[in-house]
């Protein structure tokens, strides 16, 4: 039985009435409670089912610890009724923990209390009257909503008022103020990892995530260092345990598309020159997974210069224990991101450094379970799935799975009606993967056999398309008629909604003609 993953910024009150539920089905003789006891807890109890040899709480599980199910009717208690009385609350607690990952609930309730250290919402900071907060509010990625709109409101305060650019040192740091920031230093050294602002960061966080342009951020950014500012300083985005740290801040980057820093790769290699451990999940996620760029491989080769992918994963990975992937899973991460966004330079690369190329990674749900071959092969991805079969990559796929495959390569698969009807039935959604790749080819054949264009799974194919901002794939679908007033199941927003904020312009005024 696999570890979980904690939920997103969990309670200390939700795991207490985990463990009191757990407690209550031990005593009821819960099969599905009774198996994560003799799972996880490290002294049998007499009469429960034996612990499996060579198991023990690590790994990760995209899952969230379950709800114990009821025991089907008919079947046996197992473990006696005195073995099951003798459970007790503390012994509920040491269950969930060691579930969790961790060693004992002392140790998940430090856990808890790290996140609550941590965790910082920017993009539910409300406007302030106070000009200074204001600015800083304005002029950093807040991820979440960020919105172009807000950098020129901060650069029109500060054109109305310089005085913001040196008001303290979060300001001085946004706006890369070297001298004052020298200065400041000089007197206080402190002030160099001084939290404060809008958002209660470090300077050098400000520093990072500002895109107001003008000032010296390099030589700004070298004197905190100098000062005593951590490389490694960052934040938990609404308390999820993937920081937010100053590289993330620099190579920017994420779903919405955020901007990086004026000079990304310069700032960057000064933070992990000054000690910045490499392996930063989150800078992979957004220049990843969570992004739609080219396939460019700078920052991977900066982070491979500086040790990605070995070492202990930081002072992060240290504060958040089995919550905070380590080196070697992000890794496996970016290998899976590589061949489902189609960057064959990215995976090539990540190959020569030794990434795992069977590895299931953190366990996204996106992945769905998957090998990277089994998803280069689904995917179509002829050119990633001959670089992985070169390397030793391996895959259980069925004659379904191969016929997707060939969907996604736009060739006609010569295929009985049975085959066809079990292939829409396993991946009805298929057309939105052609559609968020500009395949339409694959649109069309897909479209004949039967598979649905208007089908909404979050989003709609159309969804896909406009917001990859690809005219003649939007043009295709409308055509085989997807619908333009379709909303996504998350935002409520329409395609034309997605193309506005993706800033696809084109595709926006067409959809708005339509």
């Known amino acids: 039985m696999p570890v979980r993953r904690l939920p997103d910024n969990p309670s200390l009150e939700y795991l207490r009435n985990q463990a009191k539920r757990l407690k209550k089905a031990v005593r009821a003789a819960d099969t599905a409670a009774l198996e994560l006891v003799a799972e996880f807890h490290p002294r049998p109890f007499p009469g429960l089912p034996a612990r499996p040899a060579g198991s023990s709480p690590v790994g990760g599980d995209p899952r969230s610890f379950p709800e114990f199910r009821a025991r089907s009717a008919g079947s046996p208690p197992v473990g006696g009724p005195r073995a099951r009385e003798g459970f007790t609350l503390a012994d509920a607690q040491l269950t969930v923990a060691r579930a969790y990952g961790f060693a004992s609930w002392p140790r998940l309730r430090a856990h808890l209390d790290v996140l609550a250290r941590h965790s910082r919402s920017p993009h539910l ?16 990625l807040p991820y979440g909503n960020d919105d172009p709109a807000r950098r020129r409101e901060a650069a029109r305060a500060l054109a109305l008022d310089p005085g913001l650019a040196v008001a303290n040192v979060h300001t001085m740091a946004a706006t890369g ?8 230093l000089a007197a206080d050294p402190a002030q160099a990892r001084a939290e404060g602002g809008p958002h209660r960061w470090e300077p050098l966080l400000y520093l990072a995530y500002s895109r107001v342009e003008g000032g010296d951020a390099l030589e700004t950014a070298r004197v905190l260092l100098r000062h005593g500012a951590d490389p490694d300083a960052g934040y938990l985005w609404d308390g999820l345990t993937s920081p937010f740290t100053a590289l993330t801040g620099a190579f920017g980057g994420g779903e919405r598309g955020e901007p990086p820093h004026p000079r990304p790769i310069e700032l960057a290699r000064l933070l992990l020159e000054a000690g910045a451990d490499p392996n ?29 992918g070995r070492g202990d994963g930081g002072p992060w990975h240290r504060r958040l224990g089995p919550a905070h992937a380590t ?22 690369l990540l190959i020569e450094h030794g990434a795992g190329v069977d590895g299931p990674g953190t366990g996204h749900p996106v992945f769905e379970g998957r090998t990277p071959y089994e998803l ?22 069925d004659e379904v799975d191969l016929f997707l495959g060939a969907c ?11 085959l066809v009807a079990r292939a829409v039935e396993r991946v009805p959604h298929l057309v939105n993967r052609a559609a968020a790749h500009g395949n339409v080819e694959a649109v069309r054949l897909m479209a004949s056999l039967g598979f649905e264009v208007g089908l909404v799974r979050r989003a709609s194919p159309l969804h896909e398309a406009a917001w990859a901002g690809d005219l003649p794939t ?3 679908l409308l055509e085989l008629g997807a619908d333009p007033s379709a909303r996504d199941t998350e935002f409520g927003a329409t395609p034309q909604g997605w193309a506005e904020h993706g800033g696809r312009h084109e595709v926006a005024a067409y959809l708005a003609s339509v």
């Open 177 to 184: 103020q070297a001298e004052a920031m020298a200065a400041t």
């Open 327 to 348: 080196p070697e899973r992000m890794l496996q991460d970016e290998v899976l991101a590589s061949v489902i966004a189609r960057r064959p330079r990215r995976l090539r």
């Open 474 to 476: 939007v043009k295709a």
């Open 408 to 418: 996604m390569r736009a060739e006609r698969p010569d295929a009985d009606p049975g």
């Open 280 to 308: 930063d999940g989150q800078t992979l996620y957004n220049r990843g997974l969570g992004g739609s760029g080219p396939d460019d491989t700078e920052h991977l080769e900066l982070l491979f210069e500086y040790g990605l």
């Open 376 to 397: 280069a092969v689904l995917g179509g991805n002829v050119e990633e799935a001959a670089m992985l079969a070169e390397a030793g990559a391996t895959g259980s796929l």
């Open 125 to 140: 900071v409300p406007r302030s009257a106070d000009p200074v907060a204001e600015f800083l509010r304005l002029a950093c």
